[in-house]
């Protein structure tokens, strides 16, 4: 499975962005999903995921904020970013869950700021 995270960039505190992960292969609809966000100096987290039957997870530090959601036959997920703060910068991530070293792609960098 090849992963590949978009939809970042630069928006004000209490502002939105929408990510979008793209995945290749004919495993995606059995895995479970993650999305991880690794912010400098610290270490890569995970903040939100979602089984293959669309049971969601969130960490304490988005819940209420981030809405995971997925579509199998686009082999999509995607996570909707709300009310975003200065501490949600990182740069951001898709992979299962549990995540598997070899799915790892680039990321996409999500910058909070005024």
């Known amino acids: 499975v090849q992963l590949q995270a978009s939809g970042g960039g630069l928006v004000q505190p209490g502002g939105s962005l929408r990510l979008s992960c793209s995945a290749s292969?004919?495993?995606?609809?059995?895995?479970?999903m993650g999305w991880y966000r690794q912010a400098p100096g610290k270490q890569r987290e995970l903040v939100a995921s979602?089984?293959?039957?669309?049971?969601?997870w969130y960490s304490d530090a988005v819940k209420g904020r981030f809405t995971i959601s997925r579509d199998n036959a686009k082999k999509m997920v995607y996570l909707e970013m709300n009310n975003l703060k200065p501490e949600d910068t990182a740069v951001y991530f898709c992979?299962?869950?549990?995540?598997?070293?070899?799915?790892w792609g680039r990321g996409t960098q999500v910058t909070v700021s005024s």
């Open positions: 979602i089984t293959r039957g669309s049971s969601q």
């Open positions: 992979n299962s869950r549990p995540p598997m070293d070899n799915f």
């Open positions: 292969g004919s495993l995606f609809s059995i895995l479970n």
